[in-house]
């Protein structure tokens, strides 16, 4: 499409991206757990229609992220531990699961996808275990591009999307926690990398089950999630 060439946004345009905002500042915590959704504010903040934040709230009920109070509207989904813990455990069984099929299918390609995660991932946690906190969401979306190109050769869709939803969960409770572990969770995401480019699934399931395991009780601690 040539610069010069205007286009209108259609409605079903303008909805999906309101839908993406809500649902990235969800995750990201800027809408924080508990937070009352008003259709009038959101209107003015997302720029959709009623109606249309009417659909988009439904679909994020559907995916949990948001309940509804009855006739009183719509509010944020909650968090508790059980609930962590829940959706840590099927992170981990869908991502061992995409692992093996994986590392199994990968190609030079699929390794180069991997390398290149892996190289923007490392560099921000250096950024971050030095102190800085100002890209606290950068570094999680590098760490979520990590995880999913570790996965992305192997071969289902629908084991990839229900990788994505369940990971976007998981990766809410680390952002309300502000939960970094340093270089134990640096060294584990390298320990990743190598499994993968040995094809070693095995090894690779066991270093995922103690990195979402140590993720877990490294959120507990901070005390914000009860």
């Given amino acids: 499409m040539t610069d010069d060439v205007q286009t209108i946004p259609q409605p079903s345009t303008v909805g999906e991206s309101a839908y993406r905002k809500i ?20 209107k003015a903040d997302y720029g959709a229609s009623v109606s249309t934040l009417r659909e988009i709230l439904n679909r994020l009920h559907s995916e949990r992220l948001v309940v509804a109070e009855g006739q009183k509207g719509f509010e944020v989904a909650p968090v508790s531990i059980p609930n962590l813990r829940e959706i840590a455990a099927l992170r981990q069984l869908l991502e061992c699961r995409a692992l093996e099929q994986s590392f199994r299918a990968g190609d030079m390609e699929w390794e180069g996808r991997v390398v290149a995660a892996h190289h923007r991932l490392a560099r921000m946690e250096e950024r971050m275990a030095q102190g800085d906190r100002t890209h606290t969401e950068e570094w999680k979306r590098y760490d979520w591009q990590f995880h999913q190109a570790l996965i992305s050769a192997c071969g289902s869709k629908m084991l990839i999307d229900n990788h994505a939803a369940v990971f976007d969960k998981y990766l809410r409770y680390q952002m309300i926690a502000l939960s970094y572990r340093g270089e134990i969770a ?18 690779a399931c066991e270093v995922l089950t103690r990195h979402v395991a140590g993720g877990v009780e490294h959120a507990l601690a901070t005390g914000t999630i009860t």
């Fill in 186 to 203: 640096a060294n584990e995401h390298a320990l990743l990398l190598e499994c993968a480019l040995a094809r070693d699934s095995a090894r």
């Fill in 23 to 42: 649902r990235s500042d969800i995750i990201f915590g800027r809408l924080p757990p508990g937070k009352k959704l008003k259709l009038e504010r959101l």
